[in-house]
């Protein structure tokens, strides 16, 4: 990223932490918490420990990152090495992300970015220009990619509440600020358990890893009886809506799936998996010592920031989640590809000159698709 | 400590305190090695321990007629305490581990017939209270089942690697795993085995009692048996190869496939600077990055922790693991291929 770009956007998001240090969510524990951020064409720096939010406040200002992380987990010693840390225990965090969940929309709004010439294409394997194999894609989600993480965000929802007992007040949805939600779960019985179990737990969301005679199928001699109802609770349950449909149709599809047997009974259930397991990223399930995206601070991939949805079936994130100003600016912009923002419409730019509002502006910076002219 | 009963310490003798046992019993280690009355007790603790490297269980004589087990249960205790004390004076480790998970297992049969004791409460409180005190696990009942919360469950079954203890393969409902009474026991095996071991090799070894050596010379020869030695194929497993196809491809490999690919070379012996070019065709190759990232994995920059490759379990997780039939039930990458001989 070139000088002006990072001058632009560095004083774009000084001002909304000058001026919206409210929506920072300061996390409970403050000094238990490592923190960590990052700069403009610069490294990570992490192992940070942070009093209140007076001494958060100050680290914005001085530092203007670009991308400002908190840990889900609660330390001793928070700013030593990780081996020194003392770890005490961790929220459980879970990562949706639009770009895990296969959807046929992102092709048409995927650009391949060539990291040898510079050169934006739509969606494509290599740089239509120099033909290099180096290409950085970045995708401008629509509205089916949002949607799409919104309905991940309530089946996840479901089965905290539903299965694992947890308090609907102790989960909290963010939009991540760029293309999906981070959900955290607060004061429950996983806070002090360890990666492997919480990899188990990301299974069990995911449906990985089932095994035919948990829904009744088995080798030998299988049984009627045992095969899932209707009304029952958890996976058995949720399993028995998506297979057989409706309460009628159950016992003819048993009859059905006894016929074809034990290992295209695997097979059903790895489609199913597809269809009813939730898809969150395990990977960010299941570290304990990961320093998560700050609630409240912006993203510097979008421009928008993290934040609460309070309601997420209403909430648009490109509405909601854009804070910064309306100025004027004058971009070089190159985005083959449209998109909204605050209810307006931008784009598609070919190799233009555009005044555009700052927050437009900086999205597409940071998506790489315009310079400061 | 829990105030147990004869025939509860004969059930779970690794539950008493062995010195203090033989004490309120009042005789002496020695008494054992030169009483002709006492002497085939020695024998019989011999024999505890052969089953037990036999991969079988002792049986109990527990079962026998009600008039004879007066007499019985003390004999139980005194052959368990006499194998640890036989063992200890082998100093016979691998007799050690075999001899704690078959007691493992024996104590296992009695905590699941406790358990599902309907006609004795008390019996059933015990295994609960055992459970509990040994393990912290609290197993509450429910109708015919028993049930635990879901922490407690997943921080015992991440040591199983058969598919049916994974959590999704359980019956789950409202934060709490539902089990069986055998369930319930075969969860905490594992545990069970390590604590009756750790209680073996914390215990004092005595020195040399008259009377004990051909027995201990006898379990010396006893464990030559199970020295076994390993040869490898020296091939990759899918997951690798996989894993390096991509690369060469040029395709984004993810950061937990490039964890898995350099902790995996590094551990079998290849160097940073043999397993950086690997890399050179990701779409973000950077070598200064690559070499700081594979020497933070090998242990030689950063907190100087070494990383190992993840399980094979973890990586079906992260979608990369890719087995073949050769896998053959390993639980790591780095066991593919190795056979015992």
């Known amino acids: 990223m070139q000088e002006s770009d990072i001058k632009f956007l560095e004083d774009s998001f000084k001002k909304y932490y000058f001026e919206h240090f409210d929506l920072i969510r300061v996390p409970e524990r403050t000094f238990e918490r490592e923190f960590g951020y990052q700069k403009f064409n610069s490294g990570m720096i992490r192992h940070i420990s942070i009093k209140d939010d007076k001494e958060l406040h100050l680290l914005f200002m001085q530092n203007i990152p670009s991308d400002v992380y908190c840990s889900n987990a609660y330390y001793t010693f928070p700013n030593l090495p990780m081996n020194e840390k003392d770890w005490k225990e961790a929220d459980l965090i879970f990562d949706i992300d639009a770009k895990d969940l296969n959807l046929s929309c992102r092709e048409n709004h995927t650009v391949s970015i060539c990291n040898e010439c510079n050169e934006v294409s739509k969606n494509s394997a290599h740089c239509l220009k120099c033909n290099s194999t180096k290409i950085e894609k970045k995708s401008l989600p629509c509205k089916n990619c949002i949607d799409s993480s919104k309905t991940e965000v309530l089946k996840l929802s479901e089965i905290l509440i539903d299965d694992l007992a947890i308090d609907k007040e102790n989960i909290h949805v963010y939009f991540s600020g760029n293309e999906g939600f981070h959900v955290y779960v607060y004061d429950s019985q996983f806070q002090q358990i360890g990666s492997r179990e919480r990899s188990e737990l990301a299974d069990y969301i995911m449906f990985n890893g089932v095994i035919p005679e948990t829904f009744g199928m088995k080798k030998f001699k299988p049984n009627r009886s045992s095969f899932p109802n209707f009304n029952e609770n958890g996976w058995r349950g949720r399993f028995s809506k998506q297979v057989f449909g409706s309460k009628s149709k159950r016992s003819k599809i048993i009859s059905e799936l006894l016929v074809n047997g034990y290992s295209s009974f695997q097979k059903t259930l790895d489609n199913v998996s597809e269809k009813i397991g939730v898809k969150i990223d395990p990977n960010v399930t299941m570290d304990i010592h990961r320093i998560f995206r700050l609630p409240g601070s912006i993203n510097s991939k979008s421009g928008l920031t993290k934040i609460l949805c309070k309601n997420l079936t209403k909430f648009d994130p490109y509405s909601e989640a854009s804070f910064l100003s309306d100025e004027s600016i004058e971009v070089f912009a190159n985005s083959p590809i449209e998109f909204s923002l605050k209810n307006k419409k931008f784009g598609p730019y070919i190799n233009e000159k555009v005044t555009l509002p700052t927050f437009a502006a900086v999205y597409m910076i940071c998506k790489k698709l315009a310079t400061i002219a | ?341």
């Not at chain 2, 203090?20 to 321990?49: C, M, S």
């Not at chain 2, 049916?164 to 409202?174: D, G, P, Q, T």
């Not at chain 2, 709490?176 to 070894?205: C, D, M, W």
């Open chain 2, 1 to 341: 400590m829990l105030a147990l009963g004869q025939d509860e310490i004969a059930k779970y003798p690794f539950l008493a305190d062995a010195g203090q046992y033989l004490k309120d019993k009042g005789f002496t280690l020695e008494q054992f090695g030169n009483d002709p009355d006492l002497k085939p007790l020695v024998a019989k603790a011999f024999e505890r321990i052969q089953v037990a490297a036999d991969g079988k269980i002792y049986k109990s004589e527990l079962i026998g007629e009600k008039a004879s087990k007066e007499a019985a249960l003390p004999r139980e205790v005194f052959s368990f305490l006499l194998a640890i004390v036989l063992l200890k004076l082998s100093g016979m480790h691998t007799l050690i581990k075999r001899f704690s998970l078959a007691e493992a297992r024996r104590a296992e049969k009695y905590l699941e017939k406790d358990l599902a004791n309907i006609s004795d409460e008390s019996k059933k409180e015990l295994a609960i209270r055992i459970i509990d005190d040994l393990f912290s696990v609290q197993v509450e009942k429910l109708d015919d089942y028993f049930v635990i919360s879901i922490s407690d469950y997943l921080k015992h079954s991440i040591n199983f690697h058969e598919r049916e203890w994974k959590l999704i393969n359980r019956h789950v409902e409202n934060g709490q795993v539902f089990l069986t009474p055998h369930e319930t026991v075969r969860l905490i095996r594992k545990e069970l085995g390590t604590y009756i071991n750790s209680k073996i090799i914390n215990a004092k070894t005595p020195t040399m009692i008259p009377g004990f050596e051909d027995s201990v010379n006898k379990l010396v020869l006893l464990s030559k048996k199970f020295i076994t030695f390993t040869v490898t194929t020296g091939e990759y497993p899918p997951c690798i190869k996989h894993a390096i196809e991509e690369l060469e491809k040029g395709e984004n490999l993810p950061h937990s496939g490039r964890f898995m690919l350099g902790t995996f070379l590094l551990s079998k012996g290849q160097s940073v600077e043999d397993i950086a070019p690997l890399f050179k065709n990701a779409p973000d190759y950077n070598q200064r990055v690559t070499l700081y990232q594979l020497n933070h994995l090998a242990g030689t920059s950063g907190s100087g922790t070494k990383y190992i490759c993840p399980s094979c379990e973890k990586l079906k997780t992260q979608d990369l693991c890719f087995a073949i039939p050769e896998c053959d039930n390993i639980i790591n990458p780095l066991q593919f291929g190795k056979k015992r001989k």
